[in-house]
């Protein structure tokens, strides 16, 4: 037992002190805190704005219970599977517009010069918010076609970085096999990369689709249709209770969608 002890005093000593990366690194967030907080001003708080959001608060902890169970076109189930219609098919849509991307896109199968102009053009896409896609689309038709639209174009930057990785991380014996045997890109695709893939493909449409499913009320409150502007209307108008209820409806949803994603996304990570 005590030579255990010895030894592990000795490990000890040996070990790399790191006190003065802590030091500094504390140093560092010291710094930062103190150079943003002349940027916080707390003059503009007065006793009437914390009055209003107490009263806001308040209301938030009585929400109207019964909107829940109104299943209508216009109660909050219906908002909410409308919600998750326009995140689904825009995530299909923008997955099935990923699929060719990628494939241009990897090195891998096309080239460097070739994968290079698409890798420019998913990037163009990625950068651009999509509160800009959804303002735009609205120009077309304001509602759960706008929402659609953006989701699919939202979709592809991602979908298509994730797909780009998949392939440009396969097994290379097969394509040099297929090479070899004379095949076509296309049938380099069909029969040695798609197989590889598609679980990992899958899955990260299932992901996207979590974080569509999420950033479907934020869109929606901006002309993208479902629960957003609901909600929107519900906050502008005062009405605080329904506004509780429709989070509390969008927190339900997302948690549902969450698991059931997480269950099928471990199940083809794992075969």
Same mark, same amino acid.
């Not at 825009?90 to 891998?108: D, E």
């Given at each position: ?37 002349? %940027? ?34 216009? +109660? ?11 995140? $689904? ?11 060719? &991307?990628?494939? $241009?896109?990897?090195?891998? #199968?096309? =080239? ?24 735009? %689309? ?8 706008? =929402? ?7 979709? #592809? ?39 590889? &893939? ?7 449409? &299932?992901? !996207? ?15 993208? +249709? =479902?629960?957003?502007?609901?909600? &929107? %209307?519900?906050?502008?108008? %005062? !009405? ?9 409806? #969008?927190?339900?949803?997302?948690? #549902?969608?969450?698991?059931?994603? =997480? ?7 794992? +075969?």
């Amino acid at each position: 037992m005590s030579t255990k002890h010895t030894q592990y005093e000795e490990i000890l000593t040996k070990a790399p002190s790191n006190r003065k990366r802590t030091i500094a690194i504390v140093f560092v967030f010291v710094v930062l805190i103190a150079i943003s907080l002349p %940027f916080v001003s707390a003059d503009k708080i007065s006793e009437r704005g914390i009055t209003i959001a107490s009263n806001i608060l308040k209301n938030f902890l009585s929400p109207n219970w019964a909107a829940l169970f109104d299943f209508s076109f216009k +109660g909050i189930p219906y908002l909410l599977l409308e919600t998750v219609c326009i995140a $689904l098919l825009g995530t299909l849509i923008g997955a099935a517009l990923s699929f060719p &991307l990628a494939f $241009l896109a990897s090195r891998n #199968i096309t =080239g460097e010069r070739v994968s290079s102009i698409f890798v420019v053009i998913i990037t163009i896409i990625r950068t651009i918010p999509p509160f800009v896609y959804v303002i735009m %689309f609205v120009q077309v038709e304001i509602g759960a076609v706008a =929402g659609i639209l953006a989701f699919a174009v939202t979709s #592809i930057g991602m979908i298509s970085k994730l797909f780009i990785e998949s392939i440009e991380e396969i097994d290379k014996g097969v394509l040099e096999a297929l090479d070899s045997s004379g095949a076509t890109t296309f049938q380099k695709i069909r029969y040695g990369i798609i197989p590889q &893939l598609m679980s990992n493909f899958l899955s990260t449409i &299932l992901y !996207r689709f979590e974080i569509n499913v999420k950033n479907a009320t934020i869109l929606g409150m901006v002309g993208a +249709g =479902g629960v957003g502007a609901e909600l &929107l %209307f519900a906050m502008s108008n %005062f !009405r605080w209770n329904d506004a509780a209820t429709l989070i509390i409806g #969008i927190i339900i949803l997302v948690l #549902i969608i969450e698991y059931f994603s =997480g269950k099928m996304r471990e199940k083809l990570i794992n +075969g």
